[in-house]
């Protein structure tokens, strides 16, 4: 890639976004200042249509936000968690083009077949079906162009958003947000390190017959060019008006897909919604391992502590669970408020008996219950989430919103704890160090 197409990219981009973004939150905050009515629906429509049409991250990042509290408004995060990942396509020529670049100019050779036409078209890439020479079939997931400039770009254009936005409406503050996105965002650009970590996926659920992970064709793959085995399968969001036993089968091999890398092994897998998985029977097929994020054993006791607390309704144990996680120094009115949320996290892993994931099945009394937390955070000054909060929390409303895709009803509780049943942080690390080499370091972000 030359510095000069590098270059070219970050100017066209700043001009096709940053127009929109600079716009928009200057308007709003000139609104809040004058005290005028915002057409907030008009305008999230207009933001949301722009992103939808853009290949690259900022759509990405949009659908991020729409999941971490209050770090948009509500009617952004309604109109940006409608955005799907499917970007115009890369035409055939372009793509021969960009497969000559990564594997040569006899690239073709190397398949038995290469379907012309993606068969999905995501924010950073598309996917196309292949055969091998051996005859298995392949799935070839191909980056887009000059996406690291682009990300560049994208995430200059959030800063400011985000500062703009904190600033004016804010209950959380943004730098860690922003911290946490970026350094995710840029490493999902390097897929030797999702193929990586598709292998620690694959070990985890090594044997298991209801949870599978593709392969990686290393000969096939460059840092811009993943080829792994095809796995069949129907996509989730097709499950919705299946009978509730066949859903409720789904919902379980989901929760164990999430919560054992989790809690067994420190893993987290930080993208889980609908389109990164399909189903074959009541089996799961996992997809999609570039945001991935490793967690210190002591992290994950601090969010079983937090549990605890809640569940006992211990203002200390969740004191000290926060500070464990880095939120800092916290008066009693900002515990109070963080456990308002952490009570509507842990609700469903608390409560025991058979349930939807949330009751009403419906994300409206979520959406009240946060918008509660959020206003009672902003009276008190706002709270700096730490960087490890971003993801997790991210993921968990992620998760959360596959089950209620599915309308799975289940003991909950019982699920979680026959899963953490022997937790303790000597037997994550222990496993860590079997999984990852001892001595291993969480990747740097």
């Not at 077949?113 to 890439?125: K, P, V």
């Not at 292949?130 to 799935?139: C, E, N, P, S, W």
Request: overall charge negative.
């Amino acid at each position: 890639m030359d510095e000069k197409g590098d270059v070219a990219t970050r100017l066209k981009r700043y001009v096709q976004v940053g127009g929109a973004l600079t716009n928009v939150a200057s308007r709003r905050a000139a609104d809040k200042i004058l005290g005028r009515a915002t057409d907030a629906a008009k305008e999230s429509a207009q933001m949301a249509a722009v992103m939808g049409t853009l290949k690259g991250p900022l759509m990405k990042v949009a659908q991020f936000l729409s999941t971490v509290p209050d770090a948009l408004p509500q009617d952004y995060t309604q109109a940006f968690a409608a955005l799907q990942s499917q970007a115009p396509a890369m035409g055939w020529a372009f793509v021969k083009r960009r497969m000559q670049g990564e594997l040569g100019p006899d690239w073709s050779a190397r398949f038995g077949d290469f379907s012309r036409e993606a068969c999905a078209a995501a924010s950073l890439g598309q996917v196309h079906r292949a055969t091998l020479l051996d005859g298995r079939l392949a799935a070839c997931k191909l980056q887009y162009p000059h996406m690291a400039a682009t990300m560049e770009a994208d995430l200059t254009q959030l800063k400011m958003g985000l500062k703009l936005y904190e600033a004016t409406f804010g209950a959380l503050e943004t730098e860690n947000i922003l911290l946490e996105i970026a350094a995710h965002l840029r490493a999902e650009l390097d897929y030797t390190r999702e193929a990586h970590h598709m292998g620690l996926f694959a070990k985890i659920f090594e044997g298991d017959t209801q949870i599978h992970v593709p392969t990686c064709i290393e000969d096939l793959s460059t840092k811009q060019l993943l080829t792994m085995t095809w796995l069949e399968g129907r996509p989730l969001a097709a499950f919705k008006d299946e009978p509730q036993e066949t859903r409720n089968a789904i919902a379980k091999n989901l929760f164990r897909a999430w919560y054992k890398p989790l809690y067994h092994y420190g893993v987290l897998h930080g993208d889980p919604h609908l389109g990164n998985y399909t189903v074959e029977g009541a089996s799961i097929n996992l997809f999609d391992f570039g945001c991935v994020r490793i967690f210190s054993p002591s992290f994950l006791q601090s969010t079983l502590d937090l549990r605890e607390a809640i569940g006992s309704g211990s203002r200390d144990m969740a004191a000290a669970a926060y500070a464990s996680w880095g939120f800092g120094d916290l008066s009693n009115a900002h515990i109070d408020a963080l456990n308002m949320w952490a009570a509507m996290l842990y609700e469903p892993l608390l409560d025991n008996r058979v349930r939807p994931i949330q009751e009403g099945n419906s994300g409206v009394e979520g959406r009240e219950r946060a918008a509660s937390v959020h206003a009672k955070l902003r009276e008190l000054g706002g709270v700096r989430p730490p960087r490890e909060f971003v993801f997790l929390d991210r993921a968990a409303v992620g998760i959360g919103s596959a089950f209620m895709h599915l309308g799975a009803e289940l003991n909950w509780r019982t699920l979680f704890e026959e899963l953490i049943a022997d937790f303790s942080a000597e037997k994550v690390s222990a496993r860590q160090d079997a999984l990852m080499g001892k001595g291993h370091a969480p990747p740097a972000l």
